[in-house]
Structures are given as C-alpha cells and as structure tokens.
C-alpha cells in the first residue's frame, strides 16, 4: 500500500510485518532513499531541498513570489506549490498546572525520538497517554512494552475512543487497507466523485440497496466490537470496558485506527488503567482527574491531533485562496455568497444520496472557520500560479499525492483551464456540502474524504484526459487495490500527450 509508482519499497531481508504492514520506520527510509536517488537538473531531489527554512510569509511582486523565511531569506519563484500538510502544528491542550509539573510532557509528534529517553529511565515508571486515537493507542502498547505502568486517559466530552479494526484482510487481500483501496468497496459508498452508472443508481439510488448497505457497515462495527471482547476479554482490568467506541464507521463520526499487534488486546485489558475522564490540573508528579482520582505521572504523552493551518499567510491571503480560514474574515458579501452557494448544493446532495439526511448522533465540534474554496481541494481562482496540495483528508497518502501531482502539473503547464467561475464555485459548494453530509464529524471543512480515495484519485486522472482504470481486465480494475503504483507508466503517457513545446517547458 505504500510507495510511489517509480520505485517500490524494498524491506531489508528479515523484517518483521504483520499481515503486509511494517513498521513506519522503514516508510521514513524509503522517503530518504527516494530523494537522494531522484535526480533533476544534476542534482538529487534532496539537493534541491533547503532545509531549515522556515516560511514567515509569502507575497507577489511584479509577477514573482516572494518567499520570505524567518532569518531573512528571500526565495524568488514563478509557481508556488504550497504541500505543508495537516500534521506541521500539534494540537496540545489546556493543561493547568503544567508549570508545576516535573515530569515530561510529550505530543504524539516528538513520541519517537523521546520514547528511547523515557523507556530507558528507571526513574520514571509511571506513564500517562492522553487521547483516543490511533497515535495514543500506539504509546498506550508501546510504553506498556517497555516495562512502563501505564496510564490511558480519554475525555468525557470528545469523540471517545476510536474504531479499531483488525488488520488481517480476507480472501485474497493480505490486509484491511488492501480491501478498503477497491472499487468494490468503494463502490458501498456514496460518492460525490463518482459518476453516475447503473452501478450506482442500484445500490445508493434504491431503498433496498441502501437496506443492503447499511447491514454490510454494521457489520464492520460489530466486528470492531468482537475483536476486543470489551465485555467480557479473560484478566482484564476495570475500565477496559471503556475503551469500546461509539464510532459509527460508515459514517466515520469518530476516530478510526487499526490493530497492527495479535496480542494487543490483550496487552492493553491486562495492564492498562483506563480513564474515562477529563483532567484537572497537573501536581509534581502526578495527575488530578476531574472525579478526584490522583494518578502518579512521570511522563505524559499527548496523542491529542493536528491543528491545521497556514500561519505564513496573511488574512487576507487566505480569504482570496480559499483555505479554510476564521468565518469572521470574510467579508460580508463573501459570506452570504457562500451561505447560499452551499445551501444550494446541500440540497443537491440530498436529492442524490437520501440516506445522508438522517446522520447517527455525533460528536459536534465547535466549527470557526470556513470550508474549504480550493478547487478540487487544490487551485484558487485568483491565481494560477500557487496551488495547495496535500489540503485533503484520504485514506492513502501515496495514490493521493501522485494523483494531485499529475493533476498540478497540468494545471500549472496550462493543461488544465478551471470552469468558469460560476461554475465552479457550484463545484466546489457541492464538494464541500458532500463532505459534511457523508462525514458530518469531520466534514465541515469541505476537505474530509476518508472513504473516497478511489473516486477522488480517478477525477484527477479524468481531468487530465488520463486514464483512471489502468488494469489489463475489468474485474481486475473492480477487485484489484488502488494503488500508486497503478501509475508507473502515466509520466510517459503524460509526456507524449503533452509533448515539451506545447507545454512551454524545456525537456
């Protein structure tokens, strides 16, 4: 599932996987290995990076982008492809009393190198992770491993606890993800990306096919539910029960992980101390709960997210981009143009996927700022020279990012012309509006897609004229995973559909 489609990971002879699935270390070493043996213009990919320049502002002048870093530096360039991602600024919350506190405080960001001071001391047994997420899961069984008496502590107010699922695949798939990137699983989710086919009209467009589907995704809760046995799992401690999640998976209304260890479950119910609660404040060495509990704390690992944002833009900058931004400054005709832009496509959402009016209960996050106005969740209309990839939440970060690198570079070499503006702000209103219907937890920004890998990748490929079902037979394109490396030949095909000269590029 991982890899671009250029060169494939390669793991070192011995290396331990569980179900196909390997440790991110070896992604990490890929990545170095990727840029140092790419190479443009004479020099390595890694060559041509600038490490340690941090962006304070960008501005255009006389047809240029100047980029401005934080000790000076100017860099000068015609186009700007903005790919800083969700996961640059941690989110860490309200902790009072931390300044009173002796022992480590650790966000989900900095866990790796930290985690190798933390398991070595003997002086600090005693570990607290905070968060429900997959990150936290994953200090909760490694601090456990360590030898560390472990803490896990999951607010009463948020999303709870994750979905998590197993990783064993069935039949012929080595694992889940492998499933979850085919068209036919695809195909059991509605779609905003997806053209309408008979396919689609059976199962979404009918009640006794959305009959069928729900069934098929109950399933799937269900199935996260047995697989850690809450109720009634041999040695475990109380609380464990706390841990199962009311996350309702088709809808994606709370968080999702996976279980990557056989002995997880087991490791978790027999020595964690689980927490359903919000905390106090935090003492020397210990932390006060909101129900009284004082639980001894010599680090304190916080699996607690990403804040998104773009801080090296102006206000201003982001309101005329379209990046999600502070409702508050949008200016008022703005504001009432995009109300009733999504209005509009709300109710066109509705009119196509009926079975989104009626969402579960969730969790409602506070939301303070707008969706999202990049087109296809890349291009502003303002400019043509400044895209932002990487602003969308999918399922596989690898067929994501080469999809929308096809699709920039034919944007950018004037391959692609947006629709008119009309057009495609409808467009655009209707992605957004999608988004929180289908994920209504997660998909007030307009970029939240997690179900929608295969249907967003093959609307880039179609807008560039290029072919999005790559497979030698159709059963193989229907149940084979959607993968990078589907795109191994598509430079070439790119390169002589756009021949150089038309392109106004050399070589």
Same mark, same amino acid.
Do not use: C
């Given at each position: 599932m991982a890899g671009f489609s250029d060169q494939a990971i390669e793991l070192p002879p011995g290396t331990e996987t569980y179900h196909d699935i390997f440790e991110a270390k070896h992604v990490t070493k890929y990545l170095e290995d990727y840029v140092?043996?790419?190479?443009? #213009?004479?020099?390595?990919? /890694?060559?041509?990076?600038?490490?340690? @320049?941090t962006v304070t502002g960008l501005e255009k002048v006389a047809g240029l982008w100047q980029i401005r870093g934080s000790g000076g530096q100017r860099i000068t360039a015609r186009r700007v492809v903005v790919a800083t991602g969700h996961t640059s600024h941690p989110t860490m919350p309200a902790l009072p009393g931390k300044d009173s506190f002796s022992g480590s405080i650790i966000h989900q960001k900095d866990f790796g190198k930290a985690s190798r001071e933390i398991f070595e001391d003997v002086s600090r047994p005693n570990v607290m992770v905070l968060g429900g997420g997959k990150s936290a899961a994953d200090m909760v069984y490694s601090s456990v491993k360590a030898g560390k008496k472990v803490s896990w502590v999951i607010r009463q107010d948020g999303e709870g606890p994750a979905a998590f699922s197993a990783a064993a695949g069935k039949g012929p798939y080595k694992n889940g993800p492998e499933i979850a +990137?085919?068209?036919?699983?695809? &195909?059991l989710s509605p779609s905003c990306f997806t053209e309408p086919s008979w396919v689609n009209s059976v199962i979404h467009g009918s009640s006794r096919g959305r009959r069928i589907i729900a069934q098929i995704w109950l399933g799937a809760d269900e199935a996260c539910r047995?697989? *850690?046995? @809450? $109720?009634?799992?041999?040695? +475990?401690?109380?609380?464990? +029960?706390?841990?199962?999640?009311n996350t309702d998976i088709f809808w994606c209304t709370g968080l999702l992980g996976m279980i990557q260890h056989d002995d997880f479950w087991d490791t978790i119910a027999r020595n964690v101390s689980v927490f359903r609660e919000d905390i106090m404040e935090l003492r020397e060495r210990?932390?006060?709960? /909101? #129900?009284?509990?004082?639980? +001894?704390?010599? *680090?304190l690992l916080c699996g607690t997210g990403w804040n998104p944002q773009y801080p090296y833009l102006s206000k201003a900058q982001s309101v005329e981009f379209g990046v999600p931004h502070?409702?508050?400054d949008d200016?008022?005709?703005? *504001?009432?143009? =995009?109300?009733?832009?999504? $209005?509009? &496509?709300? *109710?066109?959402v509705i009119a196509r996927f009926p079975q989104l009016m009626d969402p579960p209960v969730f969790f409602k996050r506070p939301q303070n700022t707008t969706a999202t106005r990049l087109y296809n969740c890349i291009a502003p209309f303002s400019d043509n020279s400044i895209i932002f990839v990487g602003d969308i939440y999918l399922s596989n970060a690898f067929r994501t990012a080469e999809a929308q690198a096809i699709w920039a570079t034919a944007y950018l070499d004037g391959n692609i012309v947006l629709p008119p503006q009309d057009q495609a702000e409808k467009d655009i209103a209707y992605m957004a509006a999608f988004s929180k219907r289908r994920y209504p937890a997660h998909g007030a920004t307009g970029n939240y897609f997690h179900m929608d890998l295969v249907g967003y990748t093959d609307m880039l490929l179609r807008d560039v004229g290029m072919v999005s079902?790559?497979? /030698?037979? =159709?059963? $193989?394109?229907?149940?084979?995973?959607c993968l990078a490396s589907d @795109?191994?030949?598509?430079?070439?095909?790119?390169?002589?559909?756009?021949?150089a000269r038309e392109r106004g590029t050399q070589g």
């Open positions: 140092d043996s790419h190479i443009y #213009n004479g020099k390595s990919l /890694r060559g041509h990076i600038i490490f340690g @320049f +990137a085919t068209r036919m699983m695809s &195909a047995k697989e *850690a046995d @809450f $109720q009634k799992r041999e040695g +475990a401690l109380p609380g464990f +029960a706390g841990l199962q999640s210990s932390v006060v709960l /909101r #129900n009284g509990s004082r639980v +001894a704390t010599d *680090a502070a409702i508050e200016p008022s005709e703005i *504001a009432r143009k =995009w109300e009733r832009l999504l $209005q509009a &496509a709300d *109710a066109e079902h790559r497979r /030698r037979w =159709w059963w $193989q394109d229907f149940f084979y995973p @795109f191994t030949q598509i430079k070439d095909e790119y390169l002589e559909k756009f021949p």
